[in-house]
């Protein structure tokens, strides 16, 4: 079947502009979850979404970010004034739920640029 | 809070030889553990698990096993090949939250 997959696979964008990265995962996984990764670095947890609600957004980094889950499958973060910092790939990942020891399945990630 | 350190790269192996990579892990409560791989171009992908302590996950060739004594997950292969070339992740799973938190990675490059 179809894996996690995310849209789009590049983005260029100018300090201070306003991005969005779309996230589709895996038919009927309950759980999404929104990772950083930056060169030479492991991914970052940044939120993660038990259906619609965000279960824990501990990981946002400041009030410049967010991400939504409306209907409970797709789901978009939202990044406004970009700063240089945010350049990174942004990853997301879906698991058929939140149990214990639970695989997250992982897209192949957006790659952003802040010039 | 939850952190894991892997053994730092680069690492390089000729082919055939045996692969160690160390990971270890603080964390509170009993979290599972996982390793990812990255090949080239290509997303993040599970290569194997273990939940709970003394459980060896394995997957083509890879093992690692849980040690909750010296909270450790190693990788290990006996035979490296050159498609093993990738790089390695360590993580953990909270069991309390949904979220992983990994390693730095360690990228392995293996010669003919």
């Known amino acids: 079947g179809a894996g996690v997959s995310q849209t789009p696979s590049n983005k260029v964008t100018e300090k201070g502009k306003y991005v969005e990265l779309r996230c589709d995962p895996i038919?009927?996984?309950?759980?999404l979850y929104w990772y950083r990764q930056s060169l030479g670095q492991g991914p970052e947890f940044l939120i993660y979404f038990q259906g619609t609600g965000a279960a824990d957004d501990s990981g946002l980094p400041n009030d410049r970010f967010f991400a939504v889950r409306p209907e409970g499958s797709v789901s978009t973060l939202k990044i406004q004034r970009t700063e240089r910092g945010d350049s990174a790939v942004y990853l997301c990942?879906?698991?058929?739920?939140?149990?214990?020891?639970?695989?997250?399945?992982f897209g192949p990630g957006t790659r952003l640029l802040v010039l | 809070g939850n952190s894991v350190t892997q053994m730092e790269g680069p690492v390089t192996l000729s082919e055939e030889a045996f692969l160690t990579i160390n990971c270890t892990y603080t964390a509170t409560g009993y979290p599972s553990l996982f390793w990812y791989v990255q090949y080239p171009g290509e997303g993040l992908q599970l290569l194997l698990k273990?939940?709970?302590?003394?459980d060896k996950g394995s997957n083509k060739g890879f093992e690692a096993t849980y040690r909750k004594e010296t909270t450790s997950f190693h990788l290990e292969k006996g035979s490296v090949q050159v498609s093993d070339s990738a790089v390695y992740f360590c993580a953990l799973l909270d069991t309390n939250a949904g979220k992983s938190t990994f390693g730095d990675g360690t990228t392995l490059t293996v010669k003919p």
């Open positions: 038919s009927g996984h309950t759980a």
């Open positions: 990942a879906s698991s058929l739920s939140t149990g214990f020891g639970e695989t997250q399945y």
């Open positions: 273990a939940t709970k302590a003394d």
